[in-house]
């Protein structure tokens, strides 16, 4: 029986292998504006100018930084953004998630300043020479704030453009990331039933072994299987598309993640009990000994 368990778990690390997340080559987009220019040089003093990007159907994207470029005439100062006095309104990061938008700032950013405060990672270049442009370039790192910026389809990066900036020679936000890897229509529900097998196996072991701490995992384990093949057969008969039911998957991940978390927890505070009795019991017949002597 003790073989039986260590096949299934090998079993159970080459399907989460085989389906685990791998990655395309990198997103690298300009946020653009309706025409498709990416340059945020524009007048959104009296409408405010929306550059977006966000990835096309059947892919998600993991976005870990921007870049932002400001290149303008001399007179560059950090109360000013650009070379242009400080902004009246200011500038808008945020994200168009699911419908619900997510402001990056409290407040917009309104001066080359600002972009230091907010994301740090600042530079300031001169060229000198014939090039009398200068240029701040500013790296904001999302990931450096704990956690990546995620987008689905139907979802948006935003910079919001609510001043007249369009004395500066060029304005650019370029996001950098990476693509999840769709899984195809056929392959994710196969992968999705070895993996419901394989949990409803573990749990089969474990019911087969004694102790009663062992048969109630075993049937908790079992029945996370069956419950997980309940919901996604329903879901894949209604016709959900893949990315749906990589979403569910994803949930489920996490729940398993946490009851076998506790499972764990719970396997060393028995055992621990378990050798905390042996002791005192040995313990005890150390002591029934001593007086029968």
Do not use: C
Not at 91 to 98: A, C, D, E, F, H
Not at 166 to 174: M, R, Y
Not at 234 to 254: F, H, P, Q, R, V
């Amino acid at each position: 029986m003790k073989n039986i368990s260590k096949l299934l778990l090998i079993f159970l690390v080459l399907v989460s292998t085989a389906l685990a997340v791998n990655t395309n080559p990198q997103v690298l987009e300009f946020v653009v504006n309706n025409s498709g220019s990416v340059n945020a040089n524009v007048d959104g003093s009296v409408t405010p100018q929306i550059f977006q990007v966000g990835p096309p159907e059947n892919e998600t994207w993991i976005i870990s930084r921007m870049m932002i470029h400001i290149e303008d005439t001399g007179g560059t100062a950090t109360n000013k953004y650009g070379s242009v006095n400080q902004l009246a309104n200011g500038t808008i990061i945020r994200t168009n998630i699911s419908g619900v938008i997510y402001n990056f700032t409290d407040e917009p950013v309104d001066s080359n300043a600002d972009w230091g405060e907010y994301n740090y990672d600042v530079t300031y270049l001169n060229f000198g020479g014939g090039n009398a442009n200068e240029v701040i370039n500013s790296r904001w790192t999302f990931s450096n704030g704990g956690a990546y910026v995620k987008l689905e389809y139907g979802d948006s990066f935003q910079v919001v453009i609510q001043d007249d900036i369009s004395a500066l020679v060029e304005h650019t936000f370029l996001i950098h990331g990476y693509k999840l890897e769709e899984v195809d229509n056929m392959s994710l529900p196969v992968l999705i039933g070895l993996i419901l097998l394989g949990v409803i196996s573990v749990g089969a072991v474990l019911l087969t072994r004694k102790g009663l701490f062992a048969k109630v995992i075993g049937t908790l384990t079992a029945l996370l299987g069956i419950i997980m093949g309940i919901q996604f057969s329903i879901l894949y008969y209604l016709g959900a598309t893949s990315a749906e039911l990589a979403n569910l998957l994803s949930s489920w991940y996490e729940i398993s993640t946490r009851f076998f978390i506790v499972a764990i927890a719970i396997s060393v505070i028995w055992l621990m009990a378990v050798t905390f009795r042996t002791l005192i019991g040995g313990s005890k017949s150390n002591e029934e000994d001593d007086l029968h002597q």
